[in-house]
């Protein structure tokens, strides 16, 4: 097994096999997106939503079992990590090595996160990282001008509008390493099947534990529904909110900073302004106090083997990318 990691404007991309060829039609989704696509992820995004918006006076009337709320947890972080470590962190940036297993499981779990197939996800991130806060990032919240009713339309674009842009980044430009690879390039294809497994899990697991229709119901509504809705708004607040607000401790050629406050939810990516300044490495939460559940598993995939070339940040680099006041914020 190789890896030749190729660097795209400082990002740079893990391929640990490197075998076949395949063009970009032959992943999920090419430079543009059909009719009909751009309507299946308007159903993805509204009805997870609306069912996000139900929980509310749901808690309130009924409550929620502890075994809906075990399935909306244990979802969750299993998909977000999927997305932060393996989507993120190792098929992005190449921030560490990964054994052919641990490759194939982070695609999937990436996968079952509902955000999109994983050679198109790779691809928009590698050209955000290209042009971040710049002309040609995809989702810059600057987008249309730095006045307030333009940085209220660009938040809604990095956060949502952006989706339904019909241009598409160039996959075979952008990802090159993940279409030449047969099983990410199937991975990514089938995408649709991964939601669906995704998706069916809970009920499956509700209905078994309750025997009931009723527990498969409420388990699908929040280890399914609510579960997709608050990951996906979570991610999106990474391309939105923190390019607009937060402490810059770091030096970055954008407007990226730390938001405290989302960095559990999103498993350590809100410390957002060192991955921009530093974008290989593993760990994005390096000062004191910054919690980062991705890097702490990724330790972990390092102890047991199943990691390797783990690009830790040492003091000097970090050091070497702090700002002379560290006090500075957005």
Same mark, same amino acid.
């Given at each position: 097994m190789?890896? @030749?990691p190729e660097l795209i404007e400082g990002a740079?991309?893990? @391929?640990?096999s490197d075998s076949g060829s395949a063009a970009p039609s032959a992943t999920l989704g090419g430079e543009s997106k059909r009719s009909v696509e751009q309507i299946a992820l308007l159903l993805f995004i509204t009805v997870p939503f609306l069912? !996000?918006?139900a929980a509310i006076p749901l808690v309130w009337g009924w409550g929620v079992s502890w075994l809906d709320l075990g399935l909306m947890v244990f979802m969750y972080f299993l998909t977000c990590h999927g997305i932060t470590i393996g989507f993120h962190r190792?098929?992005?940036h190449g921030s560490f090595k990964?054994?052919?297993p641990l490759r194939i499981a982070l695609a999937v779990m990436g996968s079952m996160a509902v955000e999109g197939p994983l050679v198109r996800w790779v691809a928009d991130h590698r050209k955000h990282h290209k042009f971040s806060d710049h002309d040609g990032d995809p989702h810059s919240p600057w987008r249309f001008g730095e006045t307030v009713p333009a940085l209220m339309k660009g938040l809604w674009w990095a956060h949502i509008g952006w989706l339904f842009d019909e241009e598409q980044t160039n996959q075979q430009k952008y990802a090159p390493d993940l279409i030449k690879d047969p099983a990410i390039r199937r991975i990514s294809r089938d995408f649709v099947l991964w939601t669906i =497994? @995704? !998706?069916a899990i809970p009920p499956l697991v509700g209905g078994l534990v309750t025997m009931s229709w009723w527990g498969a119901f409420t388990a699908f509504f929040w280890g399914s529904l609510v579960r997709v809705a608050l990951l996906h708004h979570v991610t999106w607040s990474i391309n939105s909110i923190c390019h607009a607000v937060g402490k810059r401790p770091f030096k970055s050629r954008d407007r990226s900073g730390n938001v405290w406050w !989302?960095? =559990?939810l999103s498993c350590g990516e809100s410390w957002h302004n060192l991955h921009h300044a530093d974008p290989t490495s593993a760990r994005h939460g390096v000062l004191r106090g910054q919690v980062d559940s991705s890097a702490?598993?990724?330790r972990w995939f390092e102890l047991a083997g199943w990691a390797t070339d783990v690009r830790w940040p040492s003091k000097g680099r970090v050091d070497a990318r702090r700002r002379e006041n560290a006090s500075n914020a957005a």
């Open positions: 190789t890896t @030749s740079s991309a893990a @391929s640990d069912a !996000l918006l190792y098929f992005t990964a054994k052919r =497994v @995704s !998706l !989302l960095a =559990v702490r598993l990724i």
